[in-house]
């Protein structure tokens, strides 16, 4: 199984950008998936996470910005990104939750990845 994370680009602070993360060699519909991030000189962190039946979880500086959905016909999960701000640039990647989401709290935690089924991210660059 390996999740593919696209849609980056370069934004204006204010503007929007969708990433979509799709998996190939498995059905998503029982899997949990969550984003992170990881911008120049920073530590990885937890953006958001969905469960397999639809729950979701932001990091605080995420919250009332974006949102997280699936579509399990399209194996796909989106993020939908609104008000972006120049904190926001990062290379942004998803992975699936090995604890399908519980205990997500934004922490960006190594343990709780699935090894191996993540790739290179998507690069979002917010312009001030």
């Known amino acids: 199984v390996q999740l593919q994370a696209s849609g980056g680009g370069l934004v204006q602070a204010g503007g929007s950008l969708r990433l979509s993360c799709t998996m190939s060699?498995?059905?998503?519909?029982?899997?949990?998936i969550q984003w992170f991030r990881q911008a120049p000189g920073k530590e990885r962190e937890g953006v958001s996470c969905i469960s397999s039946d639809g729950r979701t979880y932001f990091g605080d500086s995420m919250k009332g910005r974006f949102t997280i959905s699936r579509d399990n016909v399209k194996n796909t999960v989106y993020l939908q990104m609104n008000a972006l701000k120049p904190e926001d640039t990062a290379v942004y990647y998803c992975?699936?939750?090995?604890?399908?989401?519980?205990?997500?709290?934004?922490?960006?935690?190594?343990?709780?990845?699935?090894?191996?089924?993540y790739g290179q991210g998507t690069l979002v660059t917010v312009s001030s």
């Open positions: 060699g498995g059905a998503l519909d029982t899997y949990a």
């Open positions: 992975a699936r939750d090995i604890f399908g989401c519980v205990g997500w709290t934004g922490t960006f935690l190594r343990s709780r990845l699935v090894k191996g089924t």
